[in-house]
């Protein structure tokens, strides 16, 4: 239609599909061994030898032609077998001495001869331009121009947003209530009309906090980039618009959410503080947010882009939230940085960006002096004059203190650089965007294929990776693997069970009415028969797959299921396997670990473990996998192929040893014609062994349709067409059929797709019969159900043979979980050196920076505060660890719930339990050489009951503290995204009330009742803090004395005197008898007491913290069982939804499970 030429790779094509292709090539090992019309192609390869079955597609012949020889499922024509191509190299030598390929050669070189290469690249240039769209370069690969491209990309990022109102809903929700948090927090700093010294702390302290929050929750973006990428690399291959076009259409699309999130948090975070009261300072407050919020955000784009892996990306983002909040000015004043320090300084922006929030707010304000240096009892008629205030930037004799001045000397800010510092943060925002786009244009594709086996180191084949796959076993040797050598396959067979179901309803609610999927389905399996479940897409064949395996937990199923006319017993579950269509395998293990696993846990209790492990390996013989059964699952291109995952599917479930039913969802999907005629081979072979199977399949070949004995079909609305035996050739299907439609099956037509032409499931076929009335008034319909109350009549008499063992929900012991995912994620992390990698280099590098930030430290005033600050900086380590820690479990999460606990392989919490202990141990590891880098760099005492304690508290409790924070945020989330948000959210929380950035003092009381208590940080910060501090005195700098003159006639000494006495502290100069030199502190206790932190409170706070730990451990297993278990939500609790009646139309009928609605086709009418 479009004169375009289509170079088409399709799977399981069906004979009306090849035969729409002109041309058809066939390819062995890499080796062409046919070119030429698809119409002669199955000619040429008879001509050979090979033998087509009547009912076989052309494709599915042309595939099995590749098979190995030693596999092959051809047959061959008598005479032949001596001269039948055997391997790649013999068909291509056949194929280039064949004269179809002399006559492909004179065609190739007519052609030539016809169409010159130079009039072929000018016409095809031609073409080209005529559809480049005007402005686009003739060289380039894309259609549309780059602007457009931008356009078209916007659009869709609207819709996106739009469509993910989850997460728009969470960041909104997270900037809203952390606004009122920190509003609330700092609540009215200082009265309206009058600032003093005490609130100037606490203002630099809700500015710096306000930063923190916009970096943390900026990385987020890591995990958004890093769910996007795949689709926005996949589209480039596909020539559709440049990656950086993605990238610069996120600016525009995001802006506006994130622009209405600054305006929640400045409006909150300024006015309920009561900070400068002046429209001018409001809007610089929220310009310098947001500008600062968006150069975060495309920093951890940019982040995100360099990176391969969302590990190793929030690994390099969690230390650059690090480095920027440690050089931003606030935890260590800019005159005291050192100098190695001082060219990140420049580079941060944060650094500008609180510059510009401090210095506006400070700008022309005078603040009172809260604390005159000296006062109390005795110095009550002394003058101001002789008196100073103990703030950064007083000047002695004077009881207001500038604004500009305290900035200055205690950060070195100036009201004269703030609109200076907003254009730098512009430019570096800029400059941002620009490294994003450019970098975005080199993202190479994801690695794709399957076809990489990985295996354990010394198990590699000695053939390799090539012809990996062995031929799957025979009837026979199925039937002795299973049942033993020499057992009477029909008295197996006879003893059985069988399962049958009747009468079979399922309706779900559907937007406030129901919905039919099942209605009055009915029918049975026997041992030894391959049933197949068929219809068109939205039948409801998984659905009826699900309802008959009890994994339905929604809606209301009724009718009858019963096994040999039995109610179900206890042990149905365990008695049957179910291989669903996704194959989800844990990635770090081999194929044999895998099945083991599944061996150990799903087999009963009193079968030995070597017995176990010895059918593992019958399995693995039968089902070919023999030779990569040593090879990791892996992932997409470095791992297990389609088919070897299907297989390895099979495997789960076979070692479970199903001895009533095994049901299979579509597991053709996705495989060639010979991959699918593997597995359905061997489907078979199981069937003939005695085991009875459920199969959904979805438009098979005629070939694979004939290995079923018999058909369910479905139609829309979950309605029976067909239920009834196959017979050969599909004659018993096919009478009924050509009966009722009065079109005859033609001898080469595929009986599968024939018939759901017939009831109009095809992509273009039609009816105005409705099968579902043709079928209940049917003979057919009659005699299915007679056989199915015949079945009823007879099995009540056979014997039940329950095993007890298979009445319990989980086949192994606790303990016994315990002890095999303790073994599968020990696996699973020393296998996973990308994980691991991002974790030391978390610790060791973010360590490594506060450490030689802080290096050398002294005996100064400042020195305490800065110890106090570095423990606050070292704190933010953890929220990139709990952030890569989620990235790194959901995977297993994912799991255990699509697979392992429908299949009740082990119960949720040993999971939970093992997975929390080993970040626990491997985290303690990371914190070893974090405390390392960390503690001696900065010279701290190396005393035992100290350096000794840190260790302890920071490495060994710490950890264990949040890794279990970590996981429960993760387990009662949908996703890791929404995790991250929640975390960044949380984490901040406990940082802003643990008693740093607001003194407790000046907390309100709801506050410094609840949370200051209730903050875990608090007593971290306490035990931690403490132990860099005690026992060192203090030895004031020159900026930090405190220079007053005492009055005439008087020494320092004597004017001072009292006051130290109560207050303490030092003077330098006794004797002086002007400018008096005071420190107020002779340790650094006296130091942090202000804080409320105590040496003799350490061991209280290790308790506490051990609370926490305990508190944690229990909320991650009563939020997983709430959130994933039970699946309850807070909005179902509450009933959210009925609080907002429904708009209903006034010419709506009331909707019940009986009444449709028009548009609704699934409805049901009575």
């Known amino acids: 239609m479009m004169n375009n030429s289509a170079l088409v790779c399709i799977y399981q094509a069906g004979e009306n599909i090849y035969q729409l292709f002109d041309k058809a090539t066939v390819l062995y090992n890499g080796k062409q061994i046919y070119f030429g019309p698809a119409d002669k192609a199955v000619a040429y390869f008879q001509d050979m030898g090979w033998v087509k079955p009547p009912r076989m597609t052309s494709a599915e012949f042309l595939t099995s ?45 007519d052609y030539q001869a016809r169409h010159p290469a ?77 600032s003093t010294t005490q609130g100037a702390y606490s203002r630099g302290g809700l500015l710096f906090y306000v930063l923190i929050f916009a970096a943390v929750t900026s990385l987020a973006e890591i995990a958004n980039s890093f769910a996007n990428r795949p689709i926005v690399v996949k589209h480039k291959t596909y020539s559709m618009y440049h990656i950086s076009a993605e990238s610069l259409q996120e600016i525009i699309t995001e802006m506006p959410i994130k622009f209405l999130a600054i305006v929640l948090l400045a409006v909150t975070t300024y006015w309920m503080p009561l900070m400068k009261f002046t429209a001018g300072a409001f809007f610089q407050y929220f310009l310098y947010l947001f500008t600062c919020q ?27 939230v690090l480095m920027f909040t440690t050089a931003c000015g606030f935890v260590i004043p800019i005159g005291e940085m050192h100098h190695w320090m001082r060219w990140f300084h420049y580079l941060n922006p944060l650094t500008y960006t609180y510059e510009s929030l401090m210095s506006t707010e400070f700008h022309g304000r005078q603040m009172l002096c809260s604390n005159l240096v000296p006062n109390g009892a005795g110095y009550e008629n002394v003058p101001v004059a002789n008196k100073i205030c103990d703030a950064a930037g007083s000047v002695k004799g004077r009881k207001y203190v500038s604004g500009d001045a305290y900035v200055q000397k205690n950060y070195h800010f100036a009201y004269k650089h703030a609109w200076r510092d907003w254009g730098v943060n512009v430019v570096w925002t800029a400059g941002y965007i620009m490294f994003n786009v450019i970098a975005s244009e080199f993202l190479k594709p994801l690695e794709g294929g399957g076809d990489l086996l990985l295996y354990k180191r010394g198990h590699m084949p000695n053939f390799g990776t090539e012809n990996a796959d062995a031929k799957t076993a025979s009837r026979e040797e199925m039937m002795e693997a299973l049942n033993g050598p020499g057992v009477d396959l029909k008295k197996v067979i006879a003893e059985k ?9 399922y309706v779900i609610p559907y937007d406030g009415a129901t919905r039919q999927l099942l209605c009055n389905v009915f029918g049975y399996v026997q041992p030894g028969k391959m049933t197949a479940l068929m219809g068109e897409s939205g039948a409801g064949k998984t659905t009826l797959l699900n309802v008959l395996a009890q994994r339905v937990n929604m809606g209301t199923v009724t009718g009858d299921m019963l096994v040999n006319a ?54 693995l013989l039968l089902l070919g996998m023999q030779n990569y059964a040593e090879a990791y699952v892996g992932k997409t291109g470095r791992g297990l192929n389609v088919e070897q995952r299907k297989k390895l599917s099979i495997g789960v479930e076979l070692v479970a040893r199903p001895a009533l039913l095994l049901f299979l969802d579509e597991p053709t999907s996705g495989l060639d014609s010979q991959s699918a005629w593997s597995i359905v081979q061997f489907m078979r072979a199981l069937a003939d062994s005695g085991q009875s199977i459920l199969c959904t399949i ?21 309605r029976m067409v067909y239920f009834g035996d196959i017979g050969p050739n599909s004659s018993t299907m096919l009478s009924y059929f050509e009966r009722e439609s ?81 073994k599968r994620t020990n696996l699973q992390f020393w296998r996973s050196p990308v994980y691991l990698r991002a974790k030391f280099f978390e610790c060791i590098a973010c360590a490594l920076f506060v450490g030689l930030s802080y290096v050398h430290l002294n005996h100064t005033l400042g020195a305490a505060q800065e110890a106090f600050a570095s423990v606050f900086m070292l704190l933010l380590i953890a929220v990139a660890m709990v952030n890569q820690m989620h990235v790194f479990a959901f995977p297993s999460r994912e799991l255990y719930e699509v697979r392992e606990a429908a299949s009740n392989t082990f119960h949720w919490s040993a999971l939970l339990l093992m997975h929390l202990l080993f970040e626990i141990i491997w985290s303690v590891a990371c914190q070893f050489f974090c405390w390392v880098c960390y503690y001696w760099p900065a010279y701290y005492s190396g005393r035992a009951s100290q350096a000794g304690f840190f260790w302890f508290f920071y490495v060994l409790i710490f950890p264990a503290y949040y890794c279990s924070y970590g996981l429960w945020i993760l387990y009662m989330s ?55 501090v005690h026992n060192k005195k203090v030895v004031c700098g020159e900026h930090e004395l405190l220079r007053m003159d005492p009055p005439s006639g008087q020494t320092c000494a004597s004017y001072l005197q009292k006051y130290k006495s109560e207050q303490g502290g030092y003077i330098r100069n006794p004797g002086a008898t002007s400018d008096c030199e005071y420190c107020p502190y002779t340790v650094q206790d006296d130091v942090v007491r202000k804080y409320n932190i105590h040496w003799g409170q350490r061991w209280r706070n290790f308790g506490f913290l051990w609370a926490y730990i305990i508190f944690n451990v229990f909320f991650m297993l009563f939020c997983y069982y709430i959130m994933r278990v039970k699946v309850w939500s807070l909005g179902g609790l509450l009933n959210i939804k009925n609080w907002i009646p429904k708009r209903k139309d006034r010419h709506e009928k009331d909707t019940t499970i009986f009444q449709a609605k028009p548009s609704d086709k699934n409805m049901v009418k009575k």
């Not at 929404?978 to 740093?996: E, K, P, Q, T, V």
């Open 65 to 109: 032609v590749t098979v190995d020889f030693e596999n092959r499922t051809l047959d061959i024509k008598p005479g032949y077998e001596d001269k039948v191509p055997k391997s790649g190299a013999e068909f291509e030598q056949r194929w280039l001495e064949s004269e179809e390929y002399q006559e492909l050669l004179r065609y190739y070189d």
């Open 974 to 1028: 949908p996703d890791v995204p929404s995790a991250s948000m929640i975390n960044s959210n949380i984490f901040a929380a406990f940082l802003l009330f643990c008693g740093i950035l607001q003194p407790r003092e000046k907390m309100p009381a709801f506050w410094r009742r609840l949370m200051y208590k209730t903050s875990p940080f608090t007593y971290v910060v306490q035990a931690l803090v403490t132990c860099l």
């Open 497 to 505: 069970d069988v399962f049958t179901w009747n009468n079979l309803d």
């Open 294 to 320: 968006q150069c975060m955000s495309f920093i951890f784009k940019f982040v995100a882009t360099m990176t391969k892996d969302g590990t190793t990306a929030h690994a390099v983002g969690g230390l650059a």
């Open 118 to 194: 130079d009039e072929t690249r000018d016409r095809f240039e031609t073409a080209k331009r005529q559809v480049l769209q005007k402005g686009q370069r003739t060289k380039s690969q894309f259609t549309v121009n780059y602007w457009h491209q931008v356009w078209y990309c916007m659009m869709r990022g609207f819709q996106r947003v739009k469509g993910d109102s989850t997460y728009t809903k969470v960041y909104l929700s997270s900037f809203i209530i952390k606004g009122l948090i920190i509003g609330s927090m700092f609540h009215k700093i200082d009265r309206k009309n009058q």
């Open 742 to 822: 009065g079109v005859k099956c033609g001898v080469s037509e595929n009986p599968a797709e024939y018939i759901l032409n017939c009831i109009g499931a095809g992509a273009t076929a039609s009816t105005s019969a409705d099968w579902g009335d043709l079928w209940e008034k049917s003979p057919e319909c009659a005699k299915a159900r007679e056989e199915v109350e015949e079945l009823h009549r007879t099995l009540p008499s056979k014997p039940t043979n329950e095993d007890p063992e298979l009445c319990t929900k989980f086949a192994a012991t606790y303990p016994v979980q315990l002890k095999m995912l303790f």
């Open 566 to 619: 039995k109610p179900l017993p206890q042990s149905f579950n365990r008695s049957c396997g179910y291989v669903a269509q996704a194959d989800n395998h844990m990635a770090e293990l081999s194929v044999r670990e895998s099945l083991r696993f599944a061996a150990v846990l799903r087999q009963p209790a009193s079968v030995p473990i070597a017995e176990k492990y010895d059918y593992v390996e019958k399995i």
């Open 698 to 718: 979805h438009q098979p070949s005629a070939t694979l349709f004939e290995q079923f004995d018999r058909l369910l079909l479905l139609k829309k609305g979950g």
